[in-house]
């Protein structure tokens, strides 16, 4: 497994190399990002007393007492010190840290802001902050888990090398019938060097095979910066900092007897200190409907294989294009999408997916025209999205290889698929099978 990819799409690599081929061809629609929407603005600048609901709904998830957010947002003392910052960051858009466009799709539990709501920040943080009289019904954070049920915590922390690595963590599962998860919540125990990290599931008869590889190596968890080599190829869990319930009560059943495996992705600067991640799970003993192993990856396995996927010093804007018929993954029957989780790197400056129907329309699926590396997670659909045994799936993801974008401040170099100092394009969808 590469970084999240499933075995088969590797496999499938080897044979499928392309040469020429492998940038593929645009399909014609229009960004639905890139139409103008003019510009809003209040008419009056609201007081703490009426935005204040507002940053407990949206902010409140990540921005508590003890969170791995810098802030809290629950009071009016604890927002003041942040006033420049939480004004820059919200007319950046990059607070929230939500990628999708709105325009696309309709999101579960969404927290990203509305231009109305981004004008009435910056309007009350350019109005002196007022406080305002009276007390603000507090709304409900959007977002996180509504109920923890089982933690599991790196047994003694990590100290990650200097550099970028991953490292795999093994976790007897401690359930002892088969239930269902239908959320998890990573905590990153060191923000400031946990870059990302994936929580998958081992099954029971592969657990030997990984708890091998968990002893044969003598400090907390094993080197997987390759990827899981040999080892059976684990059922996606869920990826990224951030997380919550799957909507609708669907589940990703787990036997007892299964391993979790959690892949940290590790990026430390000059110091190492000590991590100790956890990964907090919702369960239940039924679920709506079952969340298919593995879900449809999206990439073309050319890509993978010497430059099929070149990325050329200095260009500004390149793109790569893939459409198939994702029956592979589906058996080729109807199914209902969930959501969608986009995999890119520090290059990447935009990516859409889209759902092709065989009478020539098309349906946005996501579409990111912004992308921030750091900020990956999944994106669950506010309702299913069916897609047919014919439709066909297409990714389109563009990067900047230009000097204006060099993470590192380096000249540019040529770049292909690879590590988090090359790039990749891929995106996982998560499906169940629809009902008969
Ligand atoms: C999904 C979790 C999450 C949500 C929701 C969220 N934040 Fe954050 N925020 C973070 C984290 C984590 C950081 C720490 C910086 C980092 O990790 O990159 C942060 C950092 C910040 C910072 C520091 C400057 C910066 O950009 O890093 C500001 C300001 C901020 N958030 C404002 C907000 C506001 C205002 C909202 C709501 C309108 C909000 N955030 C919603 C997780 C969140």
Redesign the pocket.
Known sequence: MIRGLPTSLVLTAGLAACIAACKGQPYEAEWCSEADTGQVSPAEAPTWVEIGPL?AQ??G???VAGG???FAVAEYADVVP?LG??RD??TAR????WLAADCCQSWFQD?S?TPTEIAAVQDWVDAGAPEGAGIGAPLDPI?GLSRVDVTLTMPEPYEPPVGDSIRCFVFDWPESSKRYVTGLAPQPGN?AEVHHLIVSMVAPDDADEVDEADAADPEAGFDCTGGLGDLPSPVLLGGSL?GGDYPRGIGNPVEPGSRILLQVHYSVDTVSLPDATSVQFRLDDTTAAVVEAGGIAISNPGWLVGTGMAIPAGEEDIAYYYRFRPSIYTGGVDVDLQGVTPHMHRYASKMRVLALHADGTSDCLLEIPDWEF?WEQPYWFANPVPLSAQDELYLECHFDNSAANQPTGEPPRDIAWGDSDQDMCAAFLSFTKSAP
Do not use: Q, S
């Open positions: 940053f949206k902010c998830a990540c921005h791995h957010a810098p942040y910052a939480i960051a919200v990059t607070m929230p840290p927290f802001l977002g923000r951030l750091g």
